[in-house]
């Protein structure tokens, strides 16, 4: 049986969800979070959406991949669909966006850096510790982790720990 109503183009949940990749549970779930426009109902019951519909669940993926809310997203559809245009409120949501993933890189790259030295400092630890002695590395890293909530930098740590290696 098929789940397209021929007659006008018009396609069911299951359909509709499988072309744009996601499941009925998420398209319900934008439904419900009015994402989505409201939709017919067929004599049966069963939700109706027209053809765009793909092109609206498309752009509601899109948004969500670069990181918008389905809160933020909910209301600048909103607007849009009353017939504002909330395009300034998307620019700005996106540098904000943008600006918070270029945080996220500089601070992975800082913990990138920090771990590398770490990893340096223990294989030193490890290669000065005999074979069947503990060279407590996790000792290590949880007073780094103590360290590092006081807002000590972890290459402050990596130093003590190479001290400890100089004094064997």
């Known amino acids: 049986m098929s789940t397209r109503n021929s007659a ?6 299951g359909e509709l969800a499988a072309r744009a990749g996601i499941s009925p549970d998420s398209l319900r ?7 989505m426009p409201p939709v017919q109902r ?4 069963y939700r109706l959406f027209p053809p765009e519909a793909l092109g609206r669940l ?12 389905v809160r933020e997203l909910a209301e600048i559809l909103r607007e849009r669909d009353s017939g504002a ?3 300034h409120k998307v620019r700005k949501a996106a540098a904000e966006k943008h600006a918070t993933i270029e945080a996220r890189i500089r601070a992975l790259q800082s913990l990138r ?22 060279s407590h590395l996790l000792e290590n890293l949880a ?26």
């Not at 067929?42 to 019951?45: E, F, L, Q």
């Not at 850096?113 to 290669?127: F, P």
Request: with cysteine.
């Open 85 to 87: 245009a909330p395009c």
């Open 29 to 35: 779930y934008y439904e419900r979070l009015r994402l």
């Open 113 to 134: 850096r920090d771990l590398r030295k770490q990893l340096a400092v223990w294989d030193k630890l490890l290669a000065n510790t005999p074979r069947n002695q503990q």
């Open 143 to 168: 007073a780094h982790m103590k360290s590092h909530a006081r807002g000590t930098r972890f290459s402050a740590l990596t130093r003590e720990s190479k001290r400890k290696v100089r004094h064997r």
């Open 8 to 13: 006008n183009g018009m396609l069911r949940c």
């Open 58 to 69: 498309q752009l509601i993926r899109g948004a969500l991949s670069i990181g918008f809310s």
């Open 42 to 45: 067929s004599a049966a019951g």
